[in-house]
């Protein structure tokens, strides 16, 4: 049973950073994909950011790019989130989400996750 837990959610003023992490446990991750997503009130839930556990190949949403960065700790089994740069906007229950590999190409949608943590809330205020 694979378990994903998110932590590291907060409120912070616009400008300012957090990092999210996420405890995995339950089983190897070698080959898989992890991701982070977030979902805003009222909206669906929109892709941020993904690595390979060998951390070779790295997929960052547009609206993050330059601001937000991915990475894993393979001893430690634990997926982070660097937030820089927050903007209001980025307000939302943020999850991590690991994809059993299917192919070649970066899942980019939920769809195409298999596992998912309970989520962090990040609020951004002006």
């Known amino acids: 049973q694979v378990q994903l837990v998110e932590s590291g959610g907060g409120l912070v003023q616009a400008g300012g950073s957090l990092r999210l992490s996420c405890a995995a446990s339950g089983r190897t991750f070698s080959n898989y994909v992890m991701g982070w997503f977030r979902q805003a009130p009222g909206m669906e839930r929109e892709f941020v950011a993904a690595i390979t556990w060998s951390g070779r190949s790295l997929y960052y949403a547009d609206s993050v790019k330059g601001r937000f960065t991915i990475s894993r700790d393979i001893a430690k089994k634990t997926l982070y989130l660097q937030m820089n740069g927050l903007k209001p906007e980025d307000t939302a229950v943020y999850y991590c989400?690991?994809?059993?590999?299917?192919?070649?190409?970066?899942?980019?949608?939920?769809?195409?996750?298999?596992?998912w943590g309970l989520g962090t809330q990040v609020t951004v205020s002006s």
């Open positions: 989400a690991a994809a059993v590999p299917r192919g070649t190409a970066m899942p980019g949608r939920p769809g195409e996750y298999d596992y």
